[in-house]
């Protein structure tokens, strides 16, 4: 196979970058392990949020690309039909010193072109704008730019469009070697094959560092620090208008209470430094001090437990560096990392895969603008769990399945869930991350053996072979009597 | 005492669940105690002597767009035979239709109960491959 | 949009809207329409395929699918029309049904009368906020039912079962009789959760351990279950440290709670009870929407399938009347409270005048009670908090009854 371009990787970073890539009239190839897109811990288990970009310190890689991003995001989210919600946030001072880091973050957020920054300091005022804040609040830097969205469904949206427009992905793909001729780079090795190409991208997140060091770049590693969240019934949707943060640490920016994009309410990340890259557990300590920290802002939230419906857990990609490392390397000509992406990663992707793009010119890629290019991309359609009535009614018209509903909490329709089938979903996982199948009150209780069902006659394979995310992890293994008919079974 | 055991058995004939110490000699029940009623009686010497227990299971179809249907025993089993019972229903495969009732295998397993349909199918297209 | 006129919608076709449906066309409405959104009827009962239903109703000992046949029929030849694959989108306060289905679309249906039927959905694993990964494998006990009786399909060979209710015992066995081996139940509290005869019939037939007293504190497995932790907990119901112990198994079965199915209710404005988690009913099986009715699982949780159909037969009778015009209001309002050892009681609200059935739920395990309403005392042999106590208010009792605004039920132990 070959290629102009290899992107490593196929989460909010990678996925950008394809597509500001597919502009051009380039063979672009992207390259991803897991079996779907979105499906690594960092993007899928995010918190979707557009930061304003007060946050990072000016002069640092992730500054000049946080607010940039922010704007670009505003421009993009409405071009490939992911919805994008202006909420503002507000970063909340407990005590009477965690007003100095306020005013410290305002300052930086001035420094990084954030508009409109303001801190509030009247008690009332904040009461008003968030009726269940803690009423020990003392003042809250407001930053209005500050948006949420979907971080997977935005993902894969961005590979859609990307695809739509020429880019190749192959999942359950595995880079396994970077190989140079002299100092520049001529092909990509993976578990399933070659690809020639002179330029490479590596988008890889948690593994950035190792295919960092398969082209001879070991300047840096990435150590996993896990962050757990709570996901609350859409009852309590309401409950906060706002991003809502806590005054941030050295570490993290805090256990942030967030309505979502979707309506729900969303509690989390903690901090926790882990070793191992593929330990995506919950633990009862991180769940925990997660609710203790969001009760912290929102202490209705203490008696709140009853109404969580799930709770998960992402790892971010910390760089021992502090910083995103976007470079590219005169002794590996043709390797451009994008590593170290934690937050603001997602924030950041569009004005870094700009930045890529201007890498890989300046290692003499050509670029030209393709004619062609299309940067709309329609989402699939969710007219009836809008419950955008007349709008679902022409949809029936046209495909009776959409008036079939498979997944009740959602409200997710059959046509639906063959829309995402047709765009890649192979799996339960792929269908409920890109219709919402499963991610209600009742967590798959009821869809999921229609939504099992739906997949085996679609995809021409006995149900026992459907899987939750490829892999061992079938769902229904066996037909019924099988087991009997074996007798003792072995494991 | 020589030969003998005592053994503790919930009687479940009623809510009261008494749970019954019962001797037993050369597998016979030679002694009940702590039952409030007769009809624990009953049920303990038969729990002990001969339990039985209500079979019911499914047993494969072919022709109804669905893949089983439920089945039962007319009358209670030995309890020592439901295993055995499941297996011998697993190797057998029904055609549409089926109505409550039908004799799916009579006899069974020689114990003297017939497996009869639970439920009505009607003969349909396959919905999917099976 | 489709717009039909009915007399009495009724949503959900399980055992309390087929009760309901067809006494509401005996008492004489003409229109009644079953809004479904399963592709058959009988609701919950087509996969419970094991015996116990119809003790009472029936007095015979039948499964599940041949108790509901029984009803399915009789809907059928009295022309009962069922919309099933149909999903009831939104009730409003002025009874209008808001539904879609493939062949017909959106539909409102304007109802004189609407009987809430729509049972309830379990527990899942994310609101008991288990931790640990995120597998396949872990399934609530009824998605395991239907999985196994009506799909066809065995979940796994090794099996935990967490919650020993009804649901988690009658699947153990399941999953035993179908050739799995079942590892333990486990449960939280000192005392199992279900019948005696299925703790016998379900876990003692097949030599299944039972772990009382504890919980599962971490699930294992990258991609599909591989082991469980379990630990022992203190009468707070939190885990004990240094006694966990791993399971190896390859699926997790929850019955860790019934939730009745209430978004409907809610989103019309329908006052619940936070006992039941479902409305507040009287004794004609009216909410508090007049013309609204409730009956089965979605009012509370019921044991026997036997209760859901007298009282799925009252609120379709009620609502027939209501939609005639020949529903009188109640003579007056009792509010009945819950009291000593009593967890909830429905109806929540009787006139004093006609003989009604009260279901009650006990929050502990006592012999030799007396049920005590003001002046009136019953006195009962037993009571179990899985098992609903029914109380049949005669006449006679009735009469004996302080007619006041509000009575509180306690269940006293005799001294």
Known sequence: ?491 | MRGEERRKVTCIVCPLGCEATVTIKNERVIKVENLECPRGEDYVLTEIEAPKRDFFTTVQVRGAGVPVCPVRATQPVPKEKLLECSKELAKITVDAPIKIGDVIVENLLGLGVDIIAARNLEEMEKKENR | MIEEDVEVAVIGGGAAGLAAAIRAKETGAEKVTILDRNSELGGILPQCIHTGFGLHHFRENLTGPEYIARFIERARSLKVECKLDTMVLRVTPEKEVVAVNSPDGLMTLKSRAIVLAMGCRERPRGALGIPGTRPAGIFTAGTAQRLMDVEGYLPGKRIVILGSGDVGLIMARRFAMEGAKVEAVVEILPYPGGLARNLVQCLEDFQIPLLLKHTVTFIHGAERVEAVTTARVDEGGSPISGTERMIRCDTLILSVGLIPENELSEAAGIVLDPATGGPVVNEHMETSIPGIFACGNVVHVHDLVDYVTETGELAGESAANYAMGKLPPLARKMVLKAGQNVRYVVPQIVSGEEPVALFLRVRKPLRNVKVKIRSLTMPIRVVRPPETVVLRLTEKRLGKLEKEKELTINIEEEP
Not at chain 1, 278 to 289: F, I, K, N, Y
């Open chain 1, 1 to 491: 196979m070959k290629a102009d371009v290899v992107v490593v990787g196929a989460g909010i970073v990678g996925s950008t970058i394809a597509r500001e890539l597919s502009r051009y009239d380039l063979e672009v190839v992207v390259v991803e392990r897991e079996p779907d897109v979105a499906f690594g811990s960092p993007t899928k288990a995010n918190t979707g949020i557009i930061h304003a970009g007060y946050d990072d310190k000016p002069g640092t890689v992730k500054a000049e690309h946080c607010s940039r991003g922010n704007a670009l995001w505003h421009k993009i989210a409405p071009e490939i039909g992911v919805p994008l919600k202006e909420t503002g946030s507000l970063v909340v001072a407990l005590k009477e010193e965690e007003v100095n880091a306020l005013k410290e973050l305002k300052g930086r957020g001035e420094k990084n072109g954030v508009p409109s920054l303001e801190i509030i300091d009247d008690r009332e005022r904040l009461l008003e704008m968030e009726p269940h804040l803690n009423r020990e609040a003392i003042a809250a830097l407001y930053a209005p730019s500050a948006a949420i969205t979907s971080p997977y469904e935005l993902a894969m949206a961005m590979m859609e469009n990307a695809a739509q427009n020429g880019v190749k992905i192959l999942l359950e793909t595995e880079v396994t070697g970077v190989i140079m001729k002299g100092a520049e780079v001529k092909r990509v090795r993976t578990n399933r094959g070659g690809i020639e190409a002179d330029y490479v991208v590596n988008a890889a997140g948690l593994w950035a560092d190792r295919v960092s060091a398969m082209a001879g770049v070991k300047y840096f590693t990435i150590h996993p620090r896990k962050g757990e969240y709570y996901v609350f019934d859409k009852k309590l949707g309401g409950l906060v208008h706002r991003v809502l943060f806590p005054a941030p640490t050295p570490v993290s920016k805090g256990i942030v209470v967030t309505p979502t994009v979707d309506g729900n309410l969303l509690i989390g990340p903690n901090a926790q430094d882990m070793e191992d890259k593929e330990d995506v557990a919950t633990t009862s300590s991180g769940l925990a001090e997660v609710f203790t920290g969001a009760s912290q802002l929102i202490p209705l939230l203490a008696e709140k437990g009853p109404m969580v419906i799930t709770n998960f857990c992402g790892l971010r990609p910390e760089p021992n560096t502090q910083d995103f490392i976007i470079e590219a390397y005169k002794e590996v000509r043709g390797f451009i990392n994008v590593a170290g992406m934690k937050s603001p990663g997602l924030t950041a992707a569009p004005s870094v895969a700009q930045k890529v793009a201007a890498l890989l010119k300046e290692s003499g890629l050509e670029l030209r603008e393709k004619e062609t290019f299309n940067p709309h991309r329609k989402p699939i359609d969710r007219s009836l769990r809008e419950l955008n009535l007349s709008k679902a009614e022409g949809l029936i018209d046209q495909d009776a399945r959409y008036g079939h509903v498979v997944c009740r909490c959602e409200h997710v329709t059959e046509g639906e869930i063959l829309e995402a089938i047709r765009r890649g979903a192979s799996t339960l996982d792929g269908v409920k991350f890109r219709t919402r199948a499963g991610m209600g009150r009742c967590q798959g209780g009821f869809c999921t053996p229609h939504v099992i069902k739906i997949l085996a006659r679609e995809l021409g394979i006995p149900a026992e072979r459907v899987t939750k995310r490829e892999g061992k992890s079938r769902l229904i293994p066996h037909r019924v009597k099988e087991v009997l008919l074996r007798g003792e079974s072995d494991d």
